[in-house]
């Protein structure tokens, strides 16, 4: 895939990033539909109150599925968990999920292949990704390449890759770190009805990816 191509993708992936939080702006500007998203969130609060340490559990692996797979997002989830358990316990449950689900997703490039990889998030995407990188990429561009490809995407390409584990969590763990407060924060604005705060940070979300993006292509020249 081309350079040209790569940053069409990534600036795709971006876009629709922010006109997904702008659509969850306008939801919580509407009375309306906020009120009875919120009914919502309080049923699921009251059917996770009768065995807490299980939501809990069912929380994680769903986090850990989303950063595995392109068709779910946890994002959705959000806001009943910090209605549920608040900002801390939400983020720290919601951290957890997607660095086993990065470490799971590398464990099936190194040991299982790409045949394997193949069948979760298509043979196209990895090859595409793939000639991106390398096991001798330099850290910072691995951090760059981390924070601004699709999430389900990096773990199993290193992991074919071959690439340094102990690097890759690394990685991992600081690029996901922002995108878990940034997701909390917009999951606690929506319970909120904050629709003003929700709106700010898709603008943000997408300036920072685009600085992101360019940081990536000077890196790559």
Same mark, same amino acid.
């Given at each position: 895939?081309? *350079?040209?191509?790569?940053?069409?993708?990534?600036?795709?992936? %971006?876009?629709?990033?922010?006109?997904?939080?702008?659509?969850?702006?306008?939801?919580?500007?509407?009375?309306?539909?906020?009120?009875?998203?919120? #009914?919502?969130?309080?049923?699921?609060?009251?059917?996770?109150?009768?065995?807490?340490?299980?939501?809990? #559990?069912?929380?994680?692996?769903? /986090?850990?599925?989303?950063?595995?797979?392109?068709?779910?997002? $946890? /994002?959705?989830?959000?806001?009943?968990?910090?209605?549920?358990?608040? +900002?801390?316990?939400?983020?720290?449950?919601?951290?957890?999920?997607?660095?086993?689900?990065?470490? #799971?997703?590398f464990c099936i490039?190194?040991?299982?292949?790409? +045949?394997?990889?193949?069948?979760?998030?298509?043979?196209?995407?990895?090859?595409?990704?793939?000639? *991106?990188?390398?096991?001798?990429?330099?850290?910072?561009?691995?951090?760059?390449? *981390?924070?601004?490809?699709?999430?389900? %995407?990096?773990?199993?390409?290193l992991g074919i890759?071959?690439?340094?584990?102990?690097?890759?969590?690394? /990685?991992?763990?600081?690029?996901?770190?922002?995108?878990?407060?940034?997701?909390?924060?917009?999951?606690?604005?929506?319970? +909120?009805?904050? $629709?003003?705060?929700?709106?700010?940070?898709?603008?943000?979300? %997408?300036?920072?990816?685009?600085?992101?993006?360019?940081?990536?292509?000077?890196?790559?020249?």
């Open positions: 895939m081309s *350079q040209k191509a790569v940053h069409h993708r990534l600036q795709r992936h %971006i876009v629709i990033v922010g006109l997904l939080i702008t659509a969850a702006g306008v939801i919580a500007a509407s009375e309306t539909l906020h009120d009875e998203v919120a #009914a919502l969130i309080v049923w699921s609060e009251g059917v996770i109150a009768l065995n807490p340490i299980l939501g809990m #559990a069912v929380f994680v692996l769903l /986090a850990m599925v989303s950063a595995m797979v392109a068709f779910f997002s $946890s /994002a959705i989830l959000v806001p009943v968990a910090v209605y549920t358990w608040g +900002k801390v316990t939400c983020l720290v449950l919601l951290w957890l999920g997607w660095l086993l689900g990065g470490i #799971a997703s490039g190194r040991f299982l292949g790409v +045949k394997f990889a193949a069948l979760l998030i298509g043979e196209d995407r990895i090859a595409d990704w793939q000639s *991106q990188v390398s096991e001798r990429t330099r850290f910072i561009h691995i951090l760059a390449f *981390q924070a601004i490809v699709p999430s389900e %995407i990096p773990g199993y390409v890759l071959r690439y340094r584990f102990s690097f890759y969590l690394a /990685a991992l763990a600081i690029t996901e770190l922002p995108y878990v407060v940034a997701v909390v924060f917009l999951g606690e604005s929506f319970v +909120k009805g904050e $629709s003003t705060l929700i709106i700010l940070l898709g603008l943000v979300i %997408i300036v920072l990816g685009i600085f992101v993006i360019r940081f990536y292509r000077f890196h790559r020249a």
